[in-house]
Structure formats: C-alpha cells, structure tokens
C-alpha cells in the first residue's frame, strides 16, 4: 500500500461496474441477468478477494411502500446471485439512481501471495 495525498491506494486493484435495467413488473433477476453478471466477474483474474456494492434505484410503481419492497426483492436477488462470488456484498437503495435499474461495483484486491495481472 502507498499513501498519495493522504489517501491509500494499492496496486493491481481491480473496479469494475456492471448496470442493469429491470422491466417495470421485473422483481427478481432473470437468467439472462444471471449470466451476464457471470461473464462480467469472469473478466477479473482469478487472484481476486472481490468485494461488491449492489446499488438499486426505486422501481416505477406508483405507491412510495410497493417502490421500496420492489427496490428491496430486486436487491435480494442480485445477492443471491452474487453471494456465490463473495460474501462481501453491500446493498445500497440508491433514490437518485434512474428508476428501475440497479448498479453493481465490483473491486478486487489480489489475493496474497498470488499472481498479479498487469
């Protein structure tokens, strides 16, 4: 780890972000969601102690509790998915965020003692 103006930062760390777009009566993942965020963690090297953000934007229903249980289902799926990556995993109900999409931060740290990608 180096210090540079009082921050740290480390080399070889990897960040990575991935959106996604629920349809309106979409509560949960789809398949192809599935798949796409497996091919998207499959672009960091293997080396990687990945650590996650799901972040989720209020979904299209009108009532302000049906918005936040949607927002909520939407959050636990994406988990699910994740969860077998990582256990460390963040969720975040992001109100600013478009409606109905959902972000997902990725940052890998290189794992001690393995190989590092340049």
Known sequence: MQAAAGLPTA????KR??????QPDELTAS??????????LSSLPTS???SVVISVAPSSAKEPFKTLKDSSTRLQSLKTILHSYTPHI?????????????????TG??????????
Do not use: K
């Open 11 to 14: 080399e070889n760390v990897y």
């Open 31 to 40: 398949e192809q969601n599935a798949q796409l965020i497996h091919f998207f």
């Open 90 to 106: 963040e969720l975040v109900y992001q109100p600013s965020m478009t409606i109905d999409t959902a972000g997902i931060h990725v």
């Open 17 to 22: 972000r991935l959106s996604l777009t629920f």
């Open 109 to 118: 740290i290189p794992v001690s003692g393995a190989p590092h990608v340049q």
């Open 48 to 50: 990687m102690r990945l």
